[in-house]
């Protein structure tokens, strides 16, 4: 008999979370009775940020023992490969795979394409995924959860989710103030490099980044995207002794990583599960001016006009007043988008802000990205594993994982 695998397609509102809860703790949903009374496994970023905080809190490895490397310090591709190998030890009834392929390059995609391939012949699978393309070969039976009702087709092409929208009307609102940064040159990494506990991660890295240009940062995982971020950001002390120049001053010249910080807008999804307080959508907007978790002062007048602007923009004035909790996954990345984009910073960082977006909420953020980049001042740099339809950067770095460390290349889009 032919083995039974799931493709769940789910949208930015649907109840996810409840599903994968039904499927561990039960009761199983309708259309799942193969899997009633079996054991299963959870291969999502959910399990392992959980042995991560086993590893931080008692100081044990659970899915890395026998390496020197802990989890944490591992990228995104290599923590997914820990995780799965660590499941199929436990040789479990069937696995709950939760879009298995975010924040995975293109490389470790097919890798992990290609071991559940394997692993599908006697192993039952659920996929849950949002984008069409990350549908896996081998599934044969199709669902959609609507909330928190799953309805089967016949086929994934009748289930898909894409529709027409249309994107932005309006034009981005202007600040209330002005940055003035001095020349054309806003980052500049001159022969950079980096080691951690003597792993070359970079090599010689060369990046010159001028006022309003719109950068896509690419390579594999683990190629040292985050590493130059982080440096830029003023986060990392890797940079101090280096030719790393951030808004026309040498890194370690006694600027303060809060100076470096308030002329940059920043967004990575981790951030949303930051945010669990109860915030208005107005004031998750506003705190953009104080880099605050929520607005714990009273707005002005000027910057709830602003508020009100942006929320215009991206279609939301009607929930000014509703708990950024309250939100879709897609909702809240638009405000958070927002929200880092409200001062016009000179610089915007955008680390993977499409990962676990559906393909319509994933299409609006990028509308949205790319608005900012033709309507502001501000020079947008924008990190995706995967090529987003539509994206409009004009030029890539393109970062060659080596093991003498990586190298860059600029190349145009």
């Not at 509102?13 to 039960?26: C, M, N, P, R, V």
């Not at 696995?95 to 012949?121: G, R, W, Y």
Request: negative net charge.
């Amino acid at each position: 008999m032919k083995q039974k695998h799931w493709a769940i397609f789910t949208a930015n509102t649907s109840h996810k979370e409840e599903l994968i809860d039904a499927f561990f703790e039960g009761p199983l949903p309708k259309g799942f009775d193969e899997l009633k009374n079996l054991q299963g496994a959870l291969l999502s970023k959910l399990a392992v940020a959980r042995f991560i905080d086993i590893e931080d809190r008692h100081g044990s490895k659970v899915i890395t023992s026998g390496t020197a490397q802990s989890l944490k310090s591992m990228s995104s591709g290599e923590q997914k490969k820990a995780l799965l190998k660590h499941i199929l030890s436990s040789q479990p009834d069937f696995i709950v795979l939760d879009n298995p392929f975010d924040n995975l390059d293109t490389t470790a995609q097919e890798d992990l394409k290609l071991t559940l391939e394997e692993v599908s012949a006697r192993t039952p699978m659920v996929q849950l995924l949002s984008r069409r393309t990350d549908l896996l070969p081998f599934a044969n039976t199709f669902a959609k959860l609507e909330g928190n009702d799953i309805v089967f087709a016949d086929s994934a092409d009748a289930l898909s989710n894409q529709q027409e929208k249309e994107l932005f009307k309006n034009d981005v609102p202007k600040p209330i103030s002005a940055y003035e940064i001095e020349g054309n040159t806003l980052i500049e990494l001159k022969g950079v490099g980096v080691t951690y506990s003597e792993k070359p991660i970079l090599k010689d890295i060369n990046w010159h980044i001028k006022k309003g240009e719109f950068w896509e940062l690419r390579g594999r995982n683990g190629s040292g995207k985050t590493t130059i971020l982080s440096m830029i950001t003023g986060e990392n002390p890797k940079g101090y002794g280096q030719e790393l120049y951030i808004f026309g001053r040498k890194k370690g010249t006694g600027e303060s990583v809060w100076e470096i910080k308030k002329r940059i807008g920043y967004f990575t999804p981790s951030m949303t599960d930051k945010f669990t307080g109860y915030h208005s959508v107005s004031h998750m907007i506003i705190s953009g001016f104080y880099d605050s978790v929520g607005l714990y002062i009273n707005p002005t007048e000027a910057q709830l006009r602003l508020a009100k602007e942006w929320l215009t923009l991206i279609g939301l004035w009607g929930m000014k007043d509703a708990l950024f909790h309250d939100l879709s996954m897609g909702q809240k990345r638009l405000i958070m988008c927002a929200r880092a984009m409200i001062k016009h910073p000179p610089l915007l960082i955008l680390d993977e802000p499409t990962a676990g977006l559906d393909d319509d909420s994933a299409a609006l953020f990028v509308g949205l990205v790319n608005k900012f980049a033709t309507q502001s001042n501000t020079t947008v740099i924008f990190v995706s594993h995967r090529k987003e339809p539509g994206l409009e950067a004009e030029l890539i770095y393109q970062l060659e994982k080596s093991e003498t460390g990586s190298t860059g290349e600029v190349l145009t889009s």
